[in-house]
């Protein structure tokens, strides 16, 4: 295959990320620039599902900036994605026909199963020592989750709540009461009850990708929790009694204390509770031992793909 750069906008639920790659002519690929900025596109979407006008300025916004950013860079091609927020929205058309005029990209639409897809090409690719796993990615409106063994995923499946519309639907935001993370967790563990696979990969480790959840692998860092002097968070393990030692300690504070928590963007302090619910609820479904960080996902698993056409054509 040929060299080329590329750029990819993924428009989540509750941030735009966008990174441009150099991909290699022997399969490999290098990042040549990455930013994320928070859109909370999904917010105040509720049981409407109308993404709201205050929320797709801010992200037409964020959208044109990027567009700025890319230039310098004269890609070959700018691959856009958008996942939950987008795929519920009944404003759908109308939003992704504003995007089309605004900044010049079509966004494709990832459906649950093409996310969970992604997340395990992703995954596969970037810690290829984990033969078997249960993947969770958490998002701002939806999560997936990928079992696999022997690096053969058994389901790719999205859920839709995520750490935004948990957040609100259950009043997660500022201190929290015990009645409504219960409220919260019944919603979970029920959904997860409805997945065979779940008592078929008793005590399989969990990788977890996310915002929500690379923020839990900060604030384990600021504890010295992790290995000394290790310059990623990628491949980082945390014992499932950490995890809930964590979300012990901030399902005690009011949002104002969360926002100086080590560790934690002061931005995700009103969606850090409902962030965790999804990874708590799983590692004790499981029975999982432990917890993997992967900084790999969507993205990866996108360009893993793009890599594969290209050397097809080739």
Same mark, same amino acid.
């Given at each position: ?147 696999? $063994? ?18 609100? $639907?259950?009043?997660?935001?500022? $201190?929290?009461? $015990? ?136």
């Amino acid at each position: 295959m040929r060299e080329k750069t590329i750029a990819i906008i993924d428009l989540g639920s509750n941030s735009a990320r966008l990174v441009v790659e150099k991909l290699k002519s022997d399969g490999s690929y290098r990042e040549l620039y990455r930013v994320k900025e928070d859109t909370r596109l999904s917010k105040g979407m509720g049981d409407s599902l109308l993404l709201q006008e205050e929320q797709i300025e801010k992200t037409l916004a964020v959208l044109k900036d990027y567009m700025g950013r890319i230039r310098p860079y004269s890609v070959d091609a700018i691959y856009g994605i958008t996942t939950a927020a987008v795929r519920t929205a009944k404003n759908q058309a109308d939003f992704l026909k504003r995007v089309q005029e605004t900044v010049g990209v079509k966004l494709r639409v990832l459906t649950g199963e093409e996310e969970a897809h992604y997340d395990f090409l992703g995954v596969l690719s970037s810690l290829p020592s984990v033969q078997s796993a249960v993947i969770l990615d958490t998002g701002g409106a939806s999560v997936e989750l990928i079992p696999y $063994k022997n690096k053969q995923a058994e389901a790719e499946v999205s859920l839709p709540f995520g750490a935004v519309n948990l957040s609100e $639907k259950y009043g997660l935001a500022d $201190k929290v009461q $015990k009645k409504d993370i219960e409220g919260a967790c019944q919603q979970i563990t029920e959904a997860y009850e409805q997945l065979p696979f779940i008592a078929n990969n008793q005590e399989q480790p969990v990788i977890l990708l996310g915002g929500a959840n690379r923020s839990l692998a900060k604030m384990a860092e600021k504890k010295g929790w992790t290995k000394q002097g290790q310059k990623t968070l990628h491949g980082l393990f945390l014992s499932s009694s950490r995890v809930e030692q964590i979300f012990s300690e901030i399902a005690q504070m009011d949002r104002q204390e969360r926002e100086h928590l080590a560790g934690l963007e002061k931005n995700r302090a009103d969606i850090i509770i409902s962030g965790l619910l999804p990874v708590l609820n799983l590692v004790r479904a499981l029975q999982s031992p432990r917890v993997i960080f992967s900084e790999s996902g969507v993205r990866e698993g996108l360009i893993f793909e793009l890599i594969q056409e290209e050397f097809k054509r080739s």
